[in-house]
Structure formats: C-alpha cells, structure tokens
C-alpha cells in the first residue's frame, strides 16, 4: 500500500507531499457547515411537490386549501416564475415547475414556504393537482419512433462516428450486446440550501452546488433578474460526483424567498433526493470486434442508446464521450460507432463520475475478454498488443499528442502480486453477514480491465477558471470560485500557492459568485488542471509584480530574486527581507486561466475534440457462490495515468473512493426504474457499499509521466478509478463462472438462475 | 407521552389512550415519523420497563423480554442457547440499529423480512402479549396474521416470547444483496431437535407471513441417523430441498424475484443442513 | 401536536426544549433546537449512519430516537467527543490518515469508532469493518478510514 501518512514535520508541505485538508478539523469536530446545517433568524422551510406520474397532463392546481393552513407562507406553482420558465445545464428545456405536462415521476410542480416542515408537508398534501395520467415512453428503444413528449423532440443527440477504412473486416470477429442500468450518486449529505432575500430586490444563496458560475446564471434567468443581483455562495457540499451540476432547489429557493421577504431552507428528504437528481444514463450497447489473427484489432463496430429520461441535463456531452471512447484505450484503424442519447419518460440521467466512459468500458473490455477468447489468447496479452501510446489516432481521428502511458498503467497492475487468500470465516465470504456460504461453495475468479476518458471540457467548450491572489503582511489568501465537493481543492490550493510563492500561511477566501470569476465545474477530473491552473498563475503572478517591486524599492535585480520560507533573498546572498515587511502594502493578482482549444466533432466524429486523456487498470478478484448468486470482491488493484502526485493520501483516496463506487455498479446499484416510476428511492433499498463490501484497494502503482500543458504535469485523478472498476469486477465474475453476464450490476439471479451454467 | 417504568406502568397508559403508539427501539417506528406518514397522538415509550428487557429459563423454555435488543440476543449465554436467534439478529441491520430494534418490534412490525420470524417459527414459540386486563398467549402464526399485520389489540402489548430448549443444532442463514445492513430476500431457519427426534425449518421472505416447511420436515424426520447424528442420503437431502423450495411462496419485487426465492430458499436448505448434520452432501 | 417542554443532557449539559413536536427526532432535536448540527442526515431512516451518537453509551442512529424519549439519557453528539477543545484521538486520527473527503459521514463514523474502541481497544480488520458496516462513506471507500481506525486504537493504547 502506498504510504500515505501526513507529514510530520514542522515546515507547511508542499505540492508532492501528503498536506491535511484545511477543512480536515472542522469536519472531525462537527463543526463544519453542510449546506443542510445552514440556519437564519426567521427562517421559514421550503418543501416540493411532485408529480406521482411519470407522464400525465395537468387540469388544474387548486393552492387554496394549502395557503389557508396556518403557519404557510407561500405556495408557489409554475405561474409566480417571473423569468425564463425552463433551465438546462446544456439545452434550456426543463421547467422551473411543471405548469401544463409532467414528464417523469418527481418533477416539481409547485412549492412551499412555511414555519416547521411538519407544516410544509401538510401544506403539500393540501394542494390539489388535477392530472390525466397518459401512457408514458418507458422505452428508449422506441424513443426515436414515438411521438415526441417535449417540444424539443425524442433524440437529443446522436453522433454516427466513421473512422477509417469503412470496408476493413476482421478474420475474428465477436459480436455482444451489453447493457449498464441506471446508477445513483448517492452522495450522503442531501440536496439543500438556503435562500436570503436582499435590500436592494437580489437574492444570495446558499449551496452546495459543482459550478457556482452556471447556476447564478441559471438561477437570474428564471428569476428574471440581473446576474449581479442573484449571489451565490458554496455551502458545505457532502459529495457531488456529478449529481450537482444540475440546479435542484435553487429556483424554488429564491422564488420562496424573495416571495416571503425572508430566509428560506429547503432539504431533502433522501427519497427526494433520488427524484431530485439526474442519475448515471441506462445504456444499451451492441458490439462487434474485428481483429486478426495475432489479436491487433481491425475494426469497431457499436451501435449505443442512452436514455437521457424527461430532460436533457448533460446528454449531450455524455453521448460524445460514449462515442468517443467506445472503442476503448486501443489502436483501432477502423471504427463505426452510432451513439444516441434520447428523451423518455424515465428520470433525467446526466453527469456522474465519468458519465459516457463507464458504460462503455463495461462493453468494450466484455469484448476484449470474449475476443481474446476467441483468439485462445490471454486477454492481458491481447491488450497489450492494442494499447494506445502518445502519437497514435483515436477513433475520433485525433492525435494524442500528450503522454499516454497505458502499456505502462496495464503491466504494472496485471503484474502486481495479489495477496488474497480465500477466507475461513464465513462473514468475508458472498453472503457476508448473512453467512449463507462455506468455502467449498465459492469458486474464485479474476480479471483485469483498462479504461480511459478526457480530462476537462471537449468540443470547443471554452473552459476556463478564474483565481485571485492576493498577499498582505507575509500572508497569502487564495480566491477561486471552485467548488471543494470533498476531492481536496482546498489542500491543492494552499499547496500551490506554498510552491509558487515560499509562504507557509495561505488562507482560503469562501467560494461565491460575488468575488471572482468562474472556476467552471467541480466535474471532467478538471479543478486540479483549471482551477489548480488558475491559482498557479495568480501566484506567479503576484510573486512576479511583489518581486519588481521589491526590486524597485531596493535597487535590486529582479532575476536575482527569489521567494522561499516566508523570506524574499537574492539569489547572490546579499539581499534578504522578511516576506511580512515587504507585503504590508498588498500585493493581487486576478487571472482567467484557459486550457489549449479543441474544437468540435464534425459529422463522421472526426475532430480533435478532446484536451487530455487519462487511462486506469482494475484488476478485481473476486469469491462467488454460484448456486445463490451471491458475490464478493476480495481485492481491487489498481495502476493509473496521473501525470504527476500532488498530494498521495488524496490520490489514494480518489482512487480507493472511485473504485468503491465501481464496485458498486458492478454488484448492486441500481436505480430500479419500472413503468417510469423508480422502485428503490431509499438507501434501505438502493445498496451502496458498506465497509464489509469494499476490498482492500492495492495502488500498483501511480504513473508519473508529467502532462505537457497541464499545471505542474498533474492529470486530473477523480474519474478513471470509476470507469475500469465496474468492467474489471464483472470480468473477474465472469472468469469465475463461466457465464456471459451481458449487464451490470450483476443481479444474484443473473447467476444462480442462469442456464448455461456449466 | 408515557416513559412507562413498569409493565403496569405501560398497560394502565394503554388502557387509558387506546389510540397510543407503542415505542420500544424506535428503528421502525420513527421510519414512518421521520417521512410524516405516522402521526403520533400518544406514545408509550417502553425501552426502560426492565422486566421487558430480561430473559430467564422456565423448565425446558426461555422467556424472552420483548424489550431484548438484537445485541442483546448476541450477548452472555443467549447465543448458547439460540444460535440460530443470535445469528438471525447479527443480520438485521448495522450495530446501531441492533443496539435499538428489539425482538417485540420485530414481531410487531411482522414484516415478511423481519429476520428473527423464521427462527420464531422454526422453534414454535409464542407471542406473550399483556394488558390492563388481562394476558393471552399466541402461536407465532396466530400472532403474525398478514403482511405488517398483528393480532395486538390496541390495548395490549407483548410481554414477551417463549421459545423451547432444545438439544440440537440450530442454523439461520440470509440472503441480502449487500454483505451487511441488508433487507433479507431470502432466509431460513433451521432448528434440530434431537429429543424429539425431528428438524424444524422456518422460511423468511417467501410469504406474507414467516413459514414453516411442514412436508420437508416430516421427510426429513425419517431420514437422519437419530441414534448416531448420521446426515440423510444424498436423495432424501435432493428431496427435503425440493420440499423447502416447494413450501415457499414468493412473490417478484425489486429485491427479488420469485423465481430465484424458490431457488435460493432451496440452497439454504441444503447448506442449513450440511451444518447441521456435517458429512453427507453438500 | 406540541409536547411539553423537555430537558435533555447533551454532552454533559442540560438543555431545555421548549415548544416541540412530539414528533421529532433525537437528531431533528439536536440540529435545529439545541444548535448542535454536527450529527448529519442523510437518510432518517436508519440506513446510512450518520446520525449516529451515544445514548447511555450505545451507538444509536438519533434519527430513529424520539427526542423526548431520551429525557434522562447520557447523550454525546460528535460535539461532545472532545469536550476540551482538544481533538480527540479517533478525530485526529481521521485527519492524519486522510479518512476525511467531503466529511458527511465523518461525525458518525467517528462515533461508531470511538464506541468501538473504547469496547474492544485492539480490534482485528473484520471486527473494524463490521463495527463501521451501518455508516455508509460514498467518498473513500473506507481504506482510509480503516487506516484511521489502526491510528485511533494506536493513540488509546498508547494514553491508557
């Protein structure tokens, strides 16, 4: 395991060491304050109603038995939104409240302010909603063909991909049909917020949100207000990995507030949350492989549909990272790949952690297993004589111009030495508490999976984050609009700004729309990049004009100059002052800082769309009990691409958190939707790993190949643990019994009712 | 509200609200509270009645307190006595909710899932149930009536559960789709009473009430080595598992399917008595 | 419906509440009248931990605990942990061993930890994992936290 403990020492540590989360004490003390722990004088609460439909028409709302109830402040419905009525991540296609259709089971149609939420939610039993239930478009197959259920139509985007010589055919060919359900974020601390009403007719907001930026401007809109009038603040963010981005309550929030004149706090409930959310997109995948007969692969060919539910989210981004990344971290000259992502009645899917390259993944190394099979040939080897290096040609016709060391990231995990043994005790084997297996009814399997995905924004996307530096007194105070969801960019910051400019105190100024430009989004592993970026050169920045003038002032060189320890010293010795003395005056920098352009996919998918690129290797051992089902992952291993360590106990952790969440897609979460209604909206029943689920995670090996334009070479680390995980696991099932096993999560009847089991 | 102290304490508060709800663990209760689905009037509170919380041997039966918690069942000489009853409540839940959820509400509750019922089954216990009134005593199946559903009159409640000693074996095993803090699909409960030459199996998940596989029992009563603990033929082994599965009768919901309930109620079965009669086939 | 005014003991402190619910939970109670948000809601059903706080000693999910049943109970809330203003060793150890991400579920862990300990103050890997299986971490699937707990049980033998 790689060592990982803080650094004792008593110097402030810098980039490459294990620095602690400045937020570290306040979280183990309970005082940090959670967007759910916010409180105001005189705050009122905020609860929503929602459509028991998946797909109905609405009559008529009668509010009036709501708003007589004492103790309620407001009942809201789609007519008090004076702005836009509707808001999109990508597409402006969602309404704030449902006013003439409801389009999934969950969506908001009106809201409430009032004293307690016992009151709240009298208040919403009392409104009465007329709906004439229609049958919903369940189906994403027959999305394209059915009548359209929005304005916008069914098919959100498709991408048709042609790379290559369209007439190549393999002598070997494999051919399989996959399918990925529907997974949660499951973040632990619920949507919430709270919403204050300002003197001069704004609002400030409070919460936990991925991009600041995107929501005030979202939010300003519906409420018909100038961005500068809507503020929005960072509250504590318990988790996001993508179930943020979209706006939630923050509409709801400010309509009620600004309607009351006072302080508003909304929470949900966790099954809201589930209805309150978009989720990981459901995919259906068919594949065929073409490769000769040394295993050099020859041609892709997929066909993919994802279902977008009611409202677009991030389909869009979603799709082209599907297609992009279909045919895998490989050599592929020729490639077909048809993606859509289409409108249902389902609920709304849209980011989670490495949306578009886990569905695939799961597909195209099931693949690579059944061609290296059909090769007689073992699989890790098959790979090997496909994986891409820097200078070779996605799929997409671009050219990985930065580091791509995926052979390197494959061998260091396929060769790792595992440490598992099989267990005695019944409790660590399938079955776990519920004891149900011996060790003579398990049979072990193992299986290695590689996967990738782009770093940052794609397509043209103009990406950029913004920081400010400023030092005053001998101490730094680093401003950015990020937001810190729990992955550590307040460590990263501090860090930063020790490295670039020698001081050992840096303060964190809050996260608000109000300071400071965009950071963009806390999503696509892209803040160590942008808004480590954006610090970096804010930091220079500073130290650059702090150092001129100092040079003025003392009739120094400037070149001879350097910060370090809390001290500005001339290189030559014969100048030195404290850092403290010479910042009395401030000294601040603002920078916007930019990644390379891309540009956009043309109509065969062809472009150089994609910044940076980041490959991971699982390889999962795993005990099955075949005759119940039943299945326990024994150990992960895993190697990644990083470019460069920042911090190692926080790349560990985004390495053993990722894969948990990959090893729950592969063996339990599923958001069960039937009808359009979703079955499982508690944690009672939508299962997350717990800690006698979740294996020892061994990090073979962290691949340092600094990333030619990337801050200090650091590649993004957040996502590729959740994309080979999942893909990784149900190989290792499969290895372990023989069967096919097409989707994931693997349910227990998959395997104990199968019939070609052998 | 009514912290009662006594089980007289509860009773009298009972008789005196009819419409009270009944607090012991809280880890069902409060479920409903928690969503505003429960409206509490009046509550009797029962988690510091001490009679409630104590066990003691009566002849050849145990008397539960309905105030036991799971941990509780887990501790001192009760695991001895009731394997299967201590393993079944190592299963509910996390350590924090058996640190509060009790055998009554269990019983209470009569989920189908709720996992000491099979084991309450297999040892044909009864339900103690106490009022401002009077006391009565029920079978497990006179107790649990349907799915959720009790025969607590709303002035009564249970006192405790009396289940036998046996000599014997005694097995609980569960299928969760999580290896903790899971919701059972599937369990059962075996239990082997030597003295009476017999094998008593309960089911879990499989019905709207817990069962009991009658036939396999009977089949199996006349299959094992009684004199010398000898596990039955492979065939009479094929045979009880067919009638275990045959017993249940499950339905689809999104933790399972019938189907696979069938099966697995089956593999249990089998691995329940491999345990128990080590030897023969698995 | 309104309960009479209560007073519960709160890390070692009487605190009086007044115009109540009889409703509400421990951890309704805790967060929004006793100014004491520390213990976390993520699920109020008893699912994912953590709420979790000592009652009398026990770990317990106070979201399942009706507040004004716990009058006359011993209850200690994450705040309560280190009363001196001191970290305490399960929460220092939290913080060293990089078990801390987004931090939601940290307040329970850390007193499902901290009542392990003080239970069992050299616990094998299984013991720790199933000690910790009711609090569900969505962050750091729990190699750091087990990391931490190792620490924690350093530091309380070490002070013992």
Same mark, same amino acid.
């Given at each position: 395991?790689?060592?990982?403990?803080?650094? #004792?020492?008593?110097?402030?540590?810098?980039?490459?060491?294990?620095?602690?989360?400045?937020?570290?004490?306040?979280?183990?003390?309970?005082?940090?304050?959670?967007?759910?722990?916010?409180?105001?004088?005189?705050?009122?609460?905020?609860?929503?109603?929602?459509?028991?439909?998946?797909?109905?028409?609405?009559?008529?709302?009668?509010?009036?038995? +709501?708003?007589?109830?004492?103790?309620?402040?407001?009942?809201?419905?789609? &007519?008090?939104?004076?702005?836009?009525?509707?808001?999109?991540?990508?597409?402006?296609?969602?309404?704030?409240?449902?006013?003439?259709?409801?389009?999934?089971?969950?969506?908001?149609?009106?809201?409430?302010?009032?004293?307690?939420?016992?009151?709240?939610?009298?208040?919403?039993?009392?409104?009465?909603?007329?709906?004439?239930?229609?049958?919903?478009?369940?189906?994403?197959?027959?999305?394209?063909?059915?009548?359209?259920?929005?304005?916008?139509?069914?098919?959100?985007?498709?991408?048709?991909?042609?790379?290559?010589?369209?007439?190549?055919?393999?002598?070997?060919?494999?051919?399989?049909?996959?399918?990925?359900?529907?997974?949660?974020?499951?973040?632990?601390?619920?949507?919430?917020?709270?919403?204050?009403?300002?003197?001069?007719?704004?609002?400030?907001?409070?919460?936990?949100?991925?991009?600041?930026?995107?929501?005030?401007?979202?939010?300003?809109?519906?409420?018909?207000?100038?961005?500068? $009038?809507?503020?929005?603040?960072?509250?504590?963010?318990?988790?996001?990995?993508?179930?943020?981005?979209?706006?939630?309550?923050?509409?709801?929030?400010?309509?009620?507030?600004?309607?009351?004149?006072?302080?508003?706090?909304?929470?949900?409930?966790?099954?809201?949350?589930?209805?309150? /959310?978009? /989720?990981?997109?459901?995919?259906?995948?068919?594949?065929?492989?073409?490769?000769?007969?040394?295993?050099?692969?020859?041609?892709?060919?997929?066909?993919?549909?994802?279902?977008?539910?009611?409202? +677009?989210?991030?389909?869009?981004?979603?799709?082209?990272?599907?297609?992009?990344? &279909?045919?895998?971290?490989?050599?592929?000259?020729?490639?077909?790949?048809?993606?859509?992502?289409?409108?249902?009645?389902?609920?709304?899917?849209?980011?989670?952690?490495?949306?578009?390259?886990?569905?695939?993944?799961?597909?195209? *190394?099931?693949?690579?297993?059944?061609?290296?099979?059909?090769?007689?040939?073992?699989?890790?080897?098959?790979?090997?004589?496909?994986?891409?290096?820097?200078?070779?040609?996605?799929?997409?016709?671009?050219?990985?111009?930065?580091?791509?060391?995926?052979?390197?990231?494959?061998?260091?995990?396929?060769?790792?030495?595992? +440490?598992?043994?099989?267990?005695?005790?019944?409790?660590?084997?399938?079955?776990?508490?519920?004891?149900?297996?011996?060790?003579? /009814?398990?049979?072990?399997?193992?299986?290695?999976?590689?996967?990738?995905?782009?770093?940052?924004?794609?397509?043209?996307?103009?990406?950029?984050?913004?920081?400010?530096?400023?030092?005053?007194?001998?101490?730094?105070?680093?401003?950015?609009?990020?937001?810190?969801?729990?992955?550590?960019?307040?460590?990263?910051?501090?860090?930063?700004? $020790?490295?670039?400019?020698?001081?050992?105190?840096?303060?964190?100024?809050?996260?608000?729309?109000?300071?400071?430009?965009?950071?963009?989004?806390?999503?696509?592993?892209?803040?160590?990049?942008?808004?480590?970026? #954006?610090?970096? +050169?804010?930091?220079?920045?500073?130290?650059?004009?702090?150092?001129?003038?100092?040079?003025?002032?003392?009739?120094?060189?400037?070149?001879?100059?350097?910060?370090?320890?809390?001290?500005?010293?001339?290189?030559?010795?014969?100048?030195?002052?404290?850092?403290?003395?010479?910042?009395?005056?401030?000294?601040?920098? *603002?920078?916007?800082?930019? /990644?390379?352009?891309?540009?956009?996919?043309?109509?065969?998918?062809?472009?150089?769309?994609?910044?940076?690129?980041?490959?991971?290797?699982?390889?999962?051992?795993?005990?099955?009990?075949?005759?119940?089902?039943?299945?326990?992952?024994?150990?992960?291993?895993?190697?990644?691409?990083?470019?460069?360590?920042?911090?190692?106990?926080?790349?560990?952790?985004?390495?053993?958190?990722?894969?948990?969440?990959?090893?729950?897609?592969?063996?339990?979460?599923?958001?069960?939707?039937?009808?359009?209604?979703?079955?499982?909206?508690?944690?009672?029943?939508?299962?997350?790993?717990?800690?006698?689920?979740?294996?020892?995670?061994?990090?073979?090996?962290?691949?340092?190949?600094?990333?030619?334009?990337?801050?200090?070479?650091?590649?993004?680390?957040?996502?590729?643990?959740?994309?080979?995980?999942?893909?990784?696991?149900?190989?290792?099932?499969?290895?372990?019994?023989?069967?096919?096993?097409?989707?994931?999560?693997?349910?227990?009847?998959?395997? #104990?009712?199968?019939?070609?089991?052998? | 509200?009514?912290?009662?102290?006594?089980?007289?304490?509860?009773?009298?508060?009972?008789?005196?609200? %009819?419409?009270?709800?009944?607090?012991?663990?809280?880890?069902?209760?409060?479920?409903?509270?928690?969503?505003?689905?429960?409206?509490?009037?009046?509550?009797?509170?029962?988690?510091?009645?001490?009679?409630?919380?104590?066990?003691?041997?009566?002849?050849?039966?145990?008397?539960?307190?309905?105030?036991?918690?799971? =941990?509780?069942?887990?501790?001192?000489?009760?695991?001895?006595?009731? %394997?299967?009853? =201590?393993?079944?409540?190592?299963?509910?839940?996390?350590?924090?909710?058996?640190?509060?959820?009790?055998?009554?509400?269990?019983?209470?509750?009569?989920?189908?899932?709720?996992?000491?019922?099979?084991?309450?089954?297999?040892?044909?216990?009864?339900?103690?149930?106490?009022?401002?009134?009077?006391?009565?005593?029920?079978?497990?199946?006179?107790?649990?009536?349907?799915?959720?559903?009790?025969?607590?009159? %709303?002035?009564?409640?249970?006192?405790?559960?009396?289940?036998?000693?046996?000599?014997?074996?005694?097995?609980?095993?569960?299928?969760?789709?999580?290896?903790?803090?899971?919701?059972?699909?599937?369990?059962?409960?075996?239990?082997?009473?030597?003295?009476?030459?017999?094998?008593?199996?309960?089911?879990?998940?499989?019905?709207?009430? %817990?069962?009991?596989?009658?036939?396999?029992?009977?089949?199996?009563?006349?299959?094992?080595?009684?004199?010398?603990?000898?596990?039955? =033929?492979?065939? =009479?082994?094929?045979?009880?598992?067919?009638?275990?599965?045959?017993?249940?009768?499950?339905?689809?919901?999104?933790?399972?399917?019938?189907?696979?309930?069938?099966?697995?109620?089956?593999?249990?079965?089998?691995?329940?008595?491999?345990?128990?009669?080590?030897?023969?086939?698995? | 419906?309104?309960?009479?005014?209560?007073?519960?003991?709160?890390?070692?402190?009487?605190?009086?509440?007044?115009?109540?619910?009889?409703?509400?939970?421990?951890?309704?109670?805790?967060?929004?009248?006793?100014?004491?948000?520390?213990?976390?809601?993520?699920?109020?059903?008893?699912?994912?931990?953590?709420?979790?706080?000592?009652?009398?000693?026990?770990?317990?999910?106070?979201?399942?605990?009706?507040?004004?049943?716990?009058?006359?109970?011993?209850?200690?809330?994450?705040?309560?942990?280190?009363?001196?203003?001191?970290?305490?060793?399960?929460?220092?150890?939290?913080?060293?061993?990089?078990?801390?991400?987004?931090?939601?579920?940290?307040?329970?862990?850390?007193?499902?930890?901290?009542?392990?300990?003080?239970?069992?103050?050299?616990?094998?890997?299984?013991?720790?994992?199933?000690?910790?299986?009711?609090?569900?971490?969505?962050?750091?699937?729990?190699?750091?936290?087990?990391?931490?707990?190792?620490?924690?049980?350093?530091?309380?033998?070490?002070?013992?």
């Amino acid at each position: 395991m790689t060592d990982t403990r803080v650094e #004792a020492g008593t110097r402030p540590p810098r980039l490459g060491e294990s620095a602690p989360r400045p937020d570290g004490t306040p979280k183990v003390a309970g005082s940090f304050a959670f967007s759910s722990d916010l409180w105001h004088d005189r705050m009122l609460w905020g609860g929503t109603l929602r459509s028991p439909h998946p797909s109905a028409r609405i009559r008529s709302i009668d509010i009036g038995p +709501a708003v007589a109830l004492a103790g309620v402040h407001a009942v809201l419905t789609a &007519a008090d939104v004076p702005g836009s009525p509707t808001y999109g991540l990508e597409h402006s296609d969602q309404p704030v409240l449902a006013s003439d259709v409801v389009r999934y089971e969950g969506e908001p149609v009106a809201v409430v302010a009032a004293d307690h939420p016992a009151t709240v939610r009298r208040a919403l039993e009392a409104i009465v909603v007329d709906y004439e239930p229609t049958d919903p478009l369940v189906d994403p197959l027959q999305a394209e063909a059915a009548d359209p259920i929005h304005p916008d139509g069914n098919l959100i985007r498709r991408i048709h991909l042609r790379h290559g010589d369209q007439g190549a055919v393999g002598e070997v060919q494999v051919e399989g049909t996959y399918e990925v359900g529907m997974q949660d974020q499951a973040f632990l601390g619920p949507e919430s917020g709270l919403a204050v009403p300002a003197e001069d007719g704004g609002v400030d907001l409070f919460v936990a949100t991925q991009w600041l930026h995107v929501d005030r401007d979202q939010v300003a809109a519906c409420l018909g207000l100038e961005p500068e $009038r809507v503020r929005l603040t960072l509250a504590g963010v318990g988790g996001a990995f993508g179930a943020r981005e979209d706006l939630s309550l923050h509409v709801h929030l400010c309509l009620l507030a600004l309607h009351t004149g006072r302080p508003v706090k909304m929470v949900y409930s966790r099954e809201e949350s589930f209805h309150g /959310h978009v /989720h990981r997109h459901p995919a259906r995948m068919w594949y065929r492989h073409h490769a000769d007969r040394d295993g050099r692969l020859v041609r892709v060919e997929a066909r993919l549909v994802l279902d977008g539910g009611a409202y +677009a989210s991030s389909s869009s981004a979603v799709i082209a990272n599907a297609t992009c990344f &279909a045919a895998g971290p490989y050599r592929v000259p020729s490639a077909d790949i048809d993606g859509a992502v289409v409108r249902t009645n389902n609920p709304p899917c849209g980011a989670m952690r490495g949306f578009g390259a886990v569905q695939t993944c799961f597909a195209h *190394e099931a693949q690579m297993d059944r061609l290296a099979d059909a090769l007689g040939m073992d699989p890790v080897e098959l790979r090997r004589r496909n994986v891409l290096a820097t200078g070779d040609r996605l799929v997409t016709g671009q050219v990985i111009v930065g580091t791509a060391p995926v052979a390197e990231v494959l061998d260091a995990c396929a060769e790792h030495p595992s +440490a598992a043994a099989l267990a005695a005790d019944p409790m660590s084997l399938p079955g776990g508490a519920g004891r149900t297996a011996d060790a003579g /009814h398990v049979r072990r399997g193992e299986a290695v999976a590689l996967g990738f995905k782009n770093l940052l924004f794609s397509e043209g996307f103009d990406d950029s984050s913004a920081a400010v530096c400023r030092i005053e007194d001998g101490v730094a105070t680093v401003t950015c609009a990020c937001a810190e969801v729990g992955q550590g960019f307040v460590t990263l910051a501090q860090q930063i700004a $020790r490295e670039v400019l020698g001081v050992s105190e840096v303060l964190l100024a809050p996260a608000e729309t109000a300071t400071v430009g965009s950071a963009g989004s806390t999503s696509a592993s892209r803040q160590t990049w942008m808004s480590g970026g #954006a610090v970096q +050169a804010a930091c220079e920045e500073v130290r650059h004009r702090l150092l001129r003038r100092v040079a003025e002032s003392y009739g120094v060189d400037v070149d001879e100059l350097v910060l370090a320890d809390d001290r500005v010293v001339s290189l030559g010795g014969d100048f030195e002052a404290d850092l403290t003395a010479v910042t009395t005056v401030p000294v601040e920098a *603002e920078v916007e800082f930019h /990644h390379a352009p891309t540009q956009p996919l043309d109509e065969d998918g062809q472009g150089d769309a994609h910044v940076s690129f980041a490959f991971a290797a699982h390889r999962a051992i795993v005990d099955v009990d075949p005759d119940l089902g039943l299945v326990k992952v024994v150990e992960l291993t895993t190697s990644q691409d990083v470019g460069r360590v920042l911090n190692p106990l926080q790349a560990v952790g985004q390495l053993e958190g990722g894969a948990a969440q990959g090893v729950g897609l592969a063996v339990m979460e599923e958001v069960q939707v039937q009808d359009g209604r979703i079955r499982n909206a508690s944690f009672t029943d939508y299962l997350i790993p717990t800690a006698l689920d979740m294996p020892p995670v061994e990090v073979a090996a962290l691949i340092e190949q600094p990333e030619p334009g990337a801050p200090f070479g650091a590649k993004g680390i957040g996502e590729p643990p959740s994309i080979s995980s999942t893909a990784a696991v149900v190989a290792a099932i499969r290895h372990a019994t023989g069967l096919d096993l097409e989707r994931a999560p693997v349910r227990p009847a998959d395997i #104990a009712l199968a019939e070609a089991r052998p | 509200m009514t912290i009662a102290r006594t089980l007289d304490d509860a009773c009298a508060a009972l008789a005196e609200h %009819p419409q009270a709800r009944l607090l012991a663990g809280g880890t069902d209760l409060m479920v409903g509270v928690n969503r505003g689905q429960v409206g509490l009037d009046h509550v009797v509170v029962l988690d510091r009645v001490d009679e409630l919380r104590a066990w003691h041997r009566t002849g050849d039966d145990l008397l539960l307190g309905a105030g036991l918690t799971y =941990a509780d069942l887990g501790r001192g000489d009760l695991p001895g006595l009731l %394997p299967a009853l =201590a393993q079944a409540a190592r299963t509910v839940g996390s350590p924090q909710i058996r640190n509060a959820g009790t055998l009554g509400g269990n019983l209470a509750t009569a989920s189908p899932a709720g996992d000491t019922l099979p084991v309450l089954a297999a040892l044909d216990a009864t339900v103690l149930l106490r009022s401002a009134t009077g006391s009565r005593e029920l079978p497990l199946a006179g107790f649990v009536t349907g799915v959720k559903q009790n025969a607590l009159e %709303p002035d009564e409640l249970i006192e405790a559960v009396r289940v036998p000693v046996l000599d014997g074996p005694q097995e609980f095993l569960k299928v969760g789709t999580r290896n903790a803090m899971v919701i059972s699909v599937v369990s059962l409960a075996l239990v082997v009473d030597r003295g009476g030459r017999g094998v008593r199996v309960g089911l879990g998940s499989v019905a709207p009430v %817990p069962l009991r596989a009658a036939e396999a029992e009977a089949h199996l009563a006349d299959h094992v080595g009684w004199d010398d603990g000898s596990p039955p =033929a492979p065939d =009479a082994v094929d045979r009880f598992v067919e009638l275990v599965a045959g017993a249940a009768r499950p339905i689809d919901d999104h933790r399972g399917s019938a189907d696979y309930r069938r099966h697995a109620v089956g593999v249990l079965a089998r691995r329940a008595l491999h345990r128990a009669f080590p030897g023969g086939d698995r | 419906m309104s309960a009479d005014p209560y007073v519960l003991r709160v890390n070692g402190r009487d605190h009086e509440v007044p115009d109540a619910h009889l409703g509400e939970s421990l951890l309704w109670v805790l967060r929004e009248r006793l100014g004491l948000p520390g213990s976390k809601n993520a699920c109020e059903e008893g699912e994912c931990g953590s709420c979790s706080v000592q009652v009398d000693g026990e770990l317990v999910c106070s979201c399942l605990v009706l507040a004004a049943s716990a009058v006359g109970r011993e209850v200690i809330t994450i705040e309560g942990l280190a009363p001196d203003g001191e970290l305490a060793d399960v929460q220092r150890a939290f913080v060293e061993a990089g078990a801390v991400q987004c931090g939601f579920c940290t307040p329970g862990l850390l007193m499902a930890v901290d009542t392990l300990l003080d239970a069992d103050p050299s616990p094998d890997e299984l013991t720790v994992r199933e000690a910790i299986s009711g609090n569900l971490c969505r962050c750091t699937g729990y190699g750091r936290i087990l990391a931490a707990v190792e620490i924690a049980a350093d530091l309380r033998r070490e002070a013992s």
